[in-house]
Each structure stands twice: as C-alpha cells, then as structure tokens.
C-alpha cells in the first residue's frame, strides 16, 4: 500500500510542452507538498495546500499552477516548460510534523 | 536569512566506522528537527526527530542525533556504518507552521 504516489515517475518532454504531474495521499493527511530538487540535490518547497487551501506559495514561476480537487491529491501542472525545469519534483504529505514523502518524479526538459 | 547548513557535502567511510554528520540552523526561538534520508534512487524517508524533551533522539537503522540548543546544531551519529547507509542525508527544521526547510544534504559513501 503507497501512502504517497506520485505519477509519473519520468518524464521527458520538449521545452514549450505543457505537462502534469499528480500526487495522492492514502494517509488521511491534511497537507500536502510540492519539493523540487535540483541537481545538486537541494530541496525546496514550492508550494503548500491544507484541506485544498493554499497556504505555501514560494518564489516560484506562475507557470507552475498546483490544484488539490480534494485534500488526499495534490497535482502540479507547469506549462511552457524550460530547460530549467528539469529535476526531480517530490510531493508530501504530513499531520503531525515530518512528512511521507512520494517517490518523485524525475522530469526532463530537452 | 534563515538557513540549515550541513557542512559536510561529501563523506566517504569505510564499514564500521563510526559517523557524524553536522547540521546547524539559524533560526531563533522553539524548532523542531528531522533528519531524512535519501537511498540511491529512492524517496525521502524520515531516519529521527526531535520537537522536545531528551535532546539525545533514536532512530531507526542505529542512528542517534543531539539537539545543542546552544550550538544550534542538530548532529546526525551513527557508531558503525554499514555498506547499506550509503546514501545522501538531510537536515530540516520545522518553525512555522506547515513550512520545513531542508539542508543541502550530505552524500554519505560507505566502502565495503
């Protein structure tokens, strides 16, 4: 049983595309996470929903549009992707302090 | 600004030696501390915490950290590595609500 599933687990597109990438949660967590880590494997937050709230939106390009239908998924959509977009994109889930993390999504923007 | 620093980026050991990773935060006031663990093209997963109380934390695979409020440190330890902890190892600390900020992570490469 996953607690957090992120699908897909690769991704490989052209600069311009538009994709998504979706996150559910079989915790009964209230929040939920998008991450990105970059190559050199620093992780940053990018965004933050509880109970389908947003509450965290960091410095993050508006191309990336995060929507939670309900608050066990939370998905990222990025349009016109860039060269620099390329990472792995982790999504979280938590209750109480720390979190269960997805097993990421590895995107790459050719 | 507000920071969690792991000082040692790259860490090579042999098996059985003992490990100690640093992490040190900037943030003033009550935190609480994770540290995570990141095996070779896995997810995150989360080794200890610590949100209070005996500033000595368990956790699992034999891994140990100390809180020094006064250091601002969070140190990971382990007495004996194994071929098995080779992976990369971050540091957060939690001070608002729902907002975790993590460390640059340390890739651990343990020798056999």
């Known amino acids: 049983d996953t607690a957090v599933s992120q699908t897909p687990k690769y991704l490989v597109t052209q600069m311009g595309n538009d994709k998504s990438i979706k996150c559910e949660q079989n915790l009964g967590h209230d929040t939920m996470y998008w991450y990105k880590q970059d190559s050199k494997k620093f992780l940053k937050i990018m965004f933050s929903?509880?109970?389908?709230?947003?509450?965290i939106n960091e410095t993050v390009p508006n191309r990336f549009s995060p929507k939670s239908p309900d608050k066990a998924h939370l998905n990222l959509h990025i349009n016109s992707l860039e060269l620099g977009d390329s990472a792995v994109y982790f999504c979280?889930?938590?209750?109480?302090?720390?979190?269960?993390f997805g097993s990421g999504t590895r995107l790459t923007v050719v | 600004a507000q920071s969690v620093s792991q000082h040692n980026h790259h860490v090579i050991l042999s098996e059985a030696a003992s490990l100690e990773l640093g992490c040190n935060y900037s943030?003033?006031?009550?935190?609480?501390l994770f540290w995570y663990v990141q095996y070779p093209g896995q997810h995150l997963q989360l080794l200890l915490k610590y949100f209070s109380g005996d500033p000595l934390v368990k956790g699992i695979k034999g891994f140990e950290a100390e809180f020094i409020k006064s250091k601002f440190s969070f140190n990971l330890r382990k007495p004996s590595v194994q071929w098995s902890d080779t992976a990369e190892y971050f540091c957060a600390v939690n001070r608002e609500t729902y907002k975790y900020i993590f460390g640059t992570g340390t890739r651990l490469k343990v020798l056999a």
């Open positions: 979280a889930s938590s209750q109480e302090n720390g979190y269960t």
């Open positions: 943030y003033g006031g009550t935190v609480n």
């Open positions: 929903y509880n109970n389908k709230e947003l509450i």
